[in-house]
Structure formats: C-alpha cells, structure tokens
C-alpha cells in the first residue's frame, strides 16, 4: 500500500502530524490496518480499497468516507472536515524525497488546496481534497509512491 493512503490517501492520499507522529506511521502494515478499520467504519468495499490504493477517483459516497476516515485517522484532515495544512504538508513532502525545490511544490500545493471550496459533506470534502493534491502533485512531478 502506498504512503499516499495516508492523505488520501490521498489521498489522498488522508490525516497526519508527522510532527507528533514518527514517520513509521506511514509504514505499509499500519495503513493496511486502518484502511481496514475504515472500511468497516464507512461501509465501503476491498474494491474501495483497492480503488483509493491505486489513486483512482472515489465511485461512491462510502468510497468517499472511506477517504475522509484515512484523512482523519492520520490527523490531515480535522474534526471539521477542513485541511490540516501542517500535516498535509508533511504528507505531500514525503514524495519530495528531500529534493529542496519538489518541497516548495509541496508548499504551493497545500497552500493551493487547503484554500479550495470544499462541500460541508466530510466525505465529499475528501474526495474533492484528494482530486486536488493528486492533480497538483501531477503537475509539480512529484510521484505517488
């Protein structure tokens, strides 16, 4: 599973404060383990999982909240279903791998996405941060691992 789970999981990439949370965190067996406890939680399918695992967008409304839950559990998305930009950032430079001009992409990304009109629905607000980080990421050659 890919470290980009955890914003989404985005995406997602989805919630995390490196800052407080040791970068083993994003180990594959952790994500694996509350992708499955999301699962269960948003009522969504392995299809789901295997959905966001490989960046696809979100089908359903439990695919949706399937990425909200990844997004709150690894703390980069609040209670209010609002970007943590702290932690998004942490997330979005793991794919920088250290490279000082691929972490400014990451910078201009957040600071793009958290800025984003998003819908009160936590789980839409997910899909519609997800679309945003994965499409800048794109555009600024950082990979999704």
């Known amino acids: 599973m890919s470290r980009f789970v955890c914003f989404s999981v985005l995406v997602l990439l989805a919630a995390v404060a490196v800052s407080s949370k040791p970068q083993e965190d994003y180990d594959k067996e952790h994500i694996a383990e509350v992708a499955e406890e999301c699962k269960t939680e948003s009522g969504a399918t392995d299809e789901d999982v295997e959905h966001m695992m490989q960046h696809e967008p ?85 990979a999704l691992e």
Do not use: Q, W
């Not at 839409?124 to 950082?142: F, Q, R, S, V």
């Open 58 to 142: 979100a089908d359903s409304h439990e695919s949706k909240c399937l990425r909200a839950c990844m997004l709150k559990k690894f703390e980069i998305m609040n209670d209010e279903g609002k970007l943590s930009k702290e932690n998004a950032l942490e997330m979005v430079k793991l794919s920088s791998k250290d490279d000082a001009e691929k972490e400014a992409a990451a910078t201009e990304i957040v600071d793009k996405c958290e800025g984003i009109e998003v819908p009160e629905d936590h789980c839409d607000a997910a899909a519609a941060y997800e679309k945003c980080i994965i499409d800048h990421m794109h555009e600024h050659g950082l």
